[in-house]
């Protein structure tokens, strides 16, 4: 079992490019999530699915665009890459407790930094 | 809405407790978790607290009081390895994710 997996694991953009960060999980969770970490800030919720085929906009979604088209994967998309979005992004999935989703597992993180 | 309060940075020395506290302000409050950060690394989950009281795992405890909107990780027997940012994350009905706090980082000396 890999868990949740995370492509690319570093990498520099420049201001106005796109680009796609993969997320995939062989533990077979409905749930998934993306965050982004800045220093101080503690994790911020982007985007996420509770289900293939599913989204919903988190705390911070402005700027990213996200699709959940298999159950095992989940895209998280920049279309024109701002400085402010220079960041560690963590993919997390969980399973569908009844209610709520109390325990994440999170990928290795993509350092990502916009010039 | 949901907003949760952790003090930032305590250090500590090898064999000591530590008492990391957490306060929450959420409407539809479930449940509170607690997670571990290592430098470089994810998060990783360590507990999780539904009902009042002390849940203890190995050398961590967490408690939670829903009364007063407070719940604290205890991490006992401070080894190097402990040496991490701690955060709380609360969990309310009616939506499926998680609210972090900001995270308190824990530094074990010899």
């Known amino acids: 079992n890999a868990g949740v997996t995370q492509t690319p694991k570093f990498r520099v953009l420049k201001t106005g490019q796109s680009m796609t960060l993969l997320c995939a999980q062989d533990?077979?969770?409905?749930?998934m999530y993306w965050y982004r970490q800045d220093p101080g800030m503690g994790l911020r919720l982007i985007h996420y699915?509770?289900?293939?085929?599913?989204?919903a906009k988190g705390e911070v979604p402005d700027g990213y665009n996200v699709s959940r088209l298999k159950k095992q994967n989940f895209l998280l998309g920049l279309e024109s890459a701002a400085p402010s979005q220079t960041s560690v992004y963590f993919c997390a999935s969980s399973y569908q407790t009844p209610g709520l989703a109390r325990e994440q597992f999170f990928g290795p993180g993509t350092r990502l930094t916009v010039l | 809405g949901q907003s949760l309060e952790q003090p930032s940075e305590v250090t500590a020395v090898e064999g000591a407790i530590v008492q990391i506290n957490c306060t929450y302000q959420t409407s539809g409050f479930y449940g509170l978790s607690w997670y571990q950060q290592h430098d470089g690394g994810a998060p990783t989950f360590l507990s999780y607290?539904?009902?009042?009281g002390l849940e203890e795992t190995g050398r961590f405890s967490s408690f939670l009081s829903r009364s007063d909107s407070y719940g604290y990780l205890l991490l006992q027997e401070l080894q190097m390895k402990d040496s991490a940012s701690y955060f709380c994350a609360v969990s309310s009905y009616g939506n499926n994710r998680l609210a972090f706090g900001k995270g308190n980082q824990v530094v074990v000396i010899p």
């Open positions: 533990m077979n969770h409905e749930y």
């Open positions: 607290n539904g009902l009042d």
């Open positions: 699915s509770v289900g293939e085929g599913t989204t």
